[in-house]
Structure formats: C-alpha cells, structure tokens
T-cell receptor, first 115, second 114 residues
C-alpha cells in the first residue's frame, strides 16, 4: 500500500523568506515522488519529481525538494518566496515495486506568501 | 499543442439529470484519469484507463461511468446526478510506467448539482 501525508493545511510566509511545504510518504518498496502546484481556478501543474539518483531535485520556478529515505520525506523548498508562489501544492507518491502505476495524492497545502 | 482539454468548463444540473464530461489529450499518452477535487479532500481518483479499450475503477467510482473512446478521448458520465457529486472534475493523462508517469491535467469542470 502507498500513502502520502501533507501535515499542514496552510503555510504562511513573508515574501523574500525561505519556504518549506512538508510531505511524508509510506510505500512498501522504493518511491516515485512528485510535487504539483494548482493556481486558483486552474488544473494541477507538474513542478518536479524524484525518480532515482541525487536526493536534491530541482524543478520549475526555483523550487526544489529533498528526498530523505530515512525520514520518508520529500519536502518542497524555495530559498526566497514570491507573492506569486501563493497556490495549492500537492505531493504524490507511487510505489515503484507495486502492481499499480497510479499515484496517490496528498490533501494539499495552501501556501500564502504575504507581501 | 493544446495538452489536455475539458468541456464544459462549468455546468449546473438538477438532481436526477444526466451529463457527460468530455476530455481529450494530444500528447499521445496511453493513460488517462478522472479525478474529483473537494475542499479538504484533495484529489480522489474516480476511474482511469491504462490504454484504449480498458478502464478501471478508482477510489470513488459509484455514480459514474466512463468511456475510452479512442487513444485521445476519455469521457465521464453521470447517469443520475446527485448533490454529493457537486465538485470540480479534472481529467489527466500520462505515459504508463516508470519515470514518464508525470500527469498532465486539464483546466477542470466545475459541476453544481442542485
């Protein structure tokens, strides 16, 4: 079985400050991990993914995420937040060794960046 | 290259009415998906299709039917709409298997059932 948790419904950060959106996962084997972003009244857009290799993954719009196998985490980070980063962020996981290729999505974290 | 398109963008139905949500992708993807998004619930998978001619139930299939018309199109039908089906519906597509599984989402259909 696979599952993903986003422990914060909302994250507030001031513009220019670093931001972190948390994600933890559970899989039987090794994971594929994804982050997506949803702007108001839009569909989800792919940000970045971890497949294998380097634990630090860089994605679109200056975002990055660090895969930590021991803590089963894949937190999304950005060194300096912009007001335009305000959106809903979803983490997703797929067990690479499972029979299904369907990912499981977290419930989403609303990021609010204050001017 | 339009990506994933959905029609309609918005729909109001009365309880018991039926409707079909249309989805098409032009990326030659094998897999297509239907999700619903409700506040505080995240994305929940309704149905998916691994390839043309195959469909499978997801987490919340009750009250819905799907048709994979061809490789490009995947429609979602509500035979008898209920207020509990008020939601935002997203279609997505992806390659199947391995690192290419990034999903591409349509803009969504907002459905209100009165």
């Amino acid at each position: 079985a696979q599952s993903v948790a986003q422990p914060e419904d909302q994250v507030n950060v001031a513009e220019g400050n670093p931001l972190t959106v948390k994600c933890t996962y559970s899989v039987s084997g090794n994971p594929y991990l994804f982050w997506y972003v949803q702007y108001p009244n839009r569909g989800l857009q792919f940000l970045l993914k971890y497949i294998t290799g380097d634990n630090l993954v860089k994605g679109s719009y200056g975002f990055e995420a660090e895969f930590n196998k021991s803590q089963t985490s894949f937190h999304l980070k950005k060194p300096s937040a912009l007001v335009s980063d305000s959106a809903l962020y979803f983490c997703a996981v797929r067990d690479r060794t499972g029979g299904s290729y369907i990912p499981t999505f977290g419930r989403g974290t609303s990021l609010i960046v204050h001017p | 290259n339009a990506g994933v398109t959905q029609t309609p963008k918005f729909q109001v139905l009365k309880t018991g009415q039926s409707m079909t949500l249309q989805c098409a992708q032009d990326m030659n993807h094998n897999s297509m998906y239907w999700y619903r998004q409700d506040p505080g619930m995240g994305l929940r998978l309704i149905y998916y299709s691994a390839s043309e001619g195959t469909t499978d139930k997801g987490e919340v299939p009750n009250g819905y039917n799907v048709s994979r018309l061809n490789k490009r199109e995947f429609s979602l039908r509500l035979e008898s709409a209920a207020p509990s089906q008020t939601s935002v519906y997203f279609c997505a597509s992806s390659e199947t298997g391995g690192p290419r599984e990034t999903q591409y989402f349509g803009p969504g259909t907002r459905l209100l059932v009165l």
